[in-house]
């Protein structure tokens, strides 16, 4: 099974940065989109971004201008660079990748554990 690591929520102020990573480890496997979701007390997870494996990117509104989805495909790895946080982008954020088992043709989308972002206003 392919497992995603991620890392680098925290505590930060209003108007702060935080760059997140997620990278996921496995064998004989490939990976087609990658994304970040979060959910807040309270509500649903919701999609933040999404990077195909060419390089295409897709956010949510409130997160545009602000927020920049990347990707090394050499490390299997999504960084989700967060700029002029704010109080509402408080949550667990979670990656996901649609996973290719080379071996068995199988396609599945594995999460990771999900990190804590909070701002503080």
């Known amino acids: 099974q392919v497992q995603l690591v991620e890392s680098g929520g925290g505590l930060v102020q209003a108007g702060g940065s935080l760059r997140l990573s997620c990278a996921a480890s496995?064998?004989?496997?490939?990976?087609?989109?990658m994304g970040w979701y979060r959910q807040a007390p309270g509500k649903e997870r919701e999609l933040v971004a999404k990077i195909t494996s060419g390089g295409s990117t897709t956010y949510e509104d409130s997160v545009k201008g602000r927020f920049t989805i990347s990707r090394d495909n050499a490390k299997n790895t999504v960084y989700l660079q967060m700029n002029s946080l704010k109080p509402e982008d408080t949550g667990v954020y979670y990656c996901?990748?649609?996973?290719?088992?080379?071996?068995?043709?199988?396609?599945?989308?594995?999460w990771g554990q999900g990190t804590q972002v909070t701002v503080s206003s």
């Open positions: 996901n990748a649609d996973v290719l088992y080379l071996g068995s043709g199988v396609l599945a989308r594995r």
């Open positions: 496995g064998r004989r496997f490939t990976i087609n989109d």
